[in-house]
């Protein structure tokens, strides 16, 4: 399995090289630059921003790739548009390294970030939004047990692209 590790600012030359690679650019970076990402990943790592969680993708002892959680309640008016549930926490992930894609690593990476946020908030949902037409980033929250609950543009989207939005759904708690 992929381990985790908390992003620095030492990765994100390394992260900038991932963005750029087209199988990555194609989804994380239509309406912006790589540019503009890095310096948002550089205000969350040093915690001038401290909502999103970054964290680097360790594969068999070398970096493979990134992603990040965060609570849905952080972002009021994405929650609204995603119709996030309370507790609900958000993913994104990308395996930048093209030799790693479609051998299983995101699949993989999808538990391990469920279990890390998870080990923060027990039993959070998850509710996340891949583009509908990216049918891996689909297909790794399929196999981990997410379901589809809508097809559809999310408002607060640069574009009107349809999202597939996929919620694993909460762990109830048992308080005996
Ligand atoms: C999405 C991503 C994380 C998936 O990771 P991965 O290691 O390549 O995925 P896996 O090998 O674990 O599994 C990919 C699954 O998608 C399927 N798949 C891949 N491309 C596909 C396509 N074009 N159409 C249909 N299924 C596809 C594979 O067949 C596999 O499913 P299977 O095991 O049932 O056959 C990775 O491809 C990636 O980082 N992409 C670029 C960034 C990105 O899109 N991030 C998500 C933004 S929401």
């Known amino acids: ?37 890095i310096s948002l990943y550089r205000r969350r790592v040093t915690g001038q921003e401290q909502r999103t969680h970054m964290l680097v993708v360790i594969d068999d002892e070398i970096e493979v790739g990134w992603c990040q959680w965060y609570r849905w309640a952080d972002y009021p008016a994405d929650a609204l548009a995603m119709e996030a549930a309370d507790g609900e926490a958000g993913i994104d992930y990308a ?14 990476l999808i538990a391990v970030l469920v279990a ?11 509710l996340v939004d891949p583009d509908a037409t990216n049918l891996a980033s689909r297909r ?25 939005l996929y919620r694993l759904p909460a762990i109830a708690s048992s308080h005996s």
């Open 95 to 108: 395996i930048g390294a093209p030799t790693r894609i479609g051998r299983g690593v995101g699949t993989q």
């Open 140 to 164: 790794v929250l399929e196999k981990n047990g997410f379901l589809l609950v809508a097809v559809r543009p999310v408002a607060t989207d640069p574009t009107d692209a349809p999202k597939a």
């Open 1 to 37: 399995m992929p381990s985790l590790r908390p992003m620095t600012e030492e990765d994100l030359p390394t992260v900038d090289a991932w963005l750029r690679q087209p199988h990555v650019s194609r989804w994380w970076t239509p309406d912006t630059t790589p540019e503009a990402q």
């Open 116 to 126: 890390e946020l998870r080990r923060q908030h027990p039993g959070a949902g998850v």
